[in-house]
């Protein structure tokens, strides 16, 4: 896990591809890609201090995912490594976007997800108003989140 000096906001983590990441051509499956950036969000947040069961306990609150796409530019070598960032982009309302790209080691976009998440009131069944808030009590390095 490392940070870009040239920009705190973006989180970036190496995971290696595994052989039951692939299809039987010997490609990485869809659903591993976005394997790949979940995986990397939770790093993300973990490495900010935020604990999902703090946010549960102390707030009634849980993260949900609204939206997830991704685009494909080149595939992902098989039993290589991939580098996921994440960013985070907070406005006003009730959802926050993460952008994420996920490159091979030569450093070419391999593909790139967008997802819109919020925090859901776990009583209420509803989104809450500025997540961004409760993001922000929990996290110890919120920078990671872009807070």
Not at 6 to 13: E, I, K, V
Request: with cysteine; glycine share 8%; proline share 6%.
């Amino acid at each position: 896990m490392t940070t870009d000096p040239g920009d705190p906001a973006t989180f970036r983590l190496t995971i290696a591809i595994r052989s039951d990441d692939l299809d039987v051509n010997g490609h990485v499956r869809g659903p591993a890609y976005l394997a790949y950036g979940d995986h990397a969000r939770w790093a993300c947040l973990v490495a900010a201090g935020v604990d999902p069961a703090r946010l549960r306990t102390h707030h009634g609150v849980g993260p949900v995912n609204l939206e997830t796409t991704i685009r494909y530019h080149r595939e992902l070598l098989p039993l290589g490594e991939v580098e996921v960032t994440c960013e985070f982009h907070w406005g006003d309302g009730k959802t926050s976007r993460v952008r994420q790209e996920l490159r091979n080691p030569d450093g070419l976009l391999a593909a790139e997800i967008r997802s819109t998440s919020g925090l859901l009131d776990l009583t209420r069944r509803r989104l809450v108003e500025d997540p961004a808030r409760y993001w922000r009590l929990e996290a110890t390095n919120p920078h990671l989140l872009n807070l």
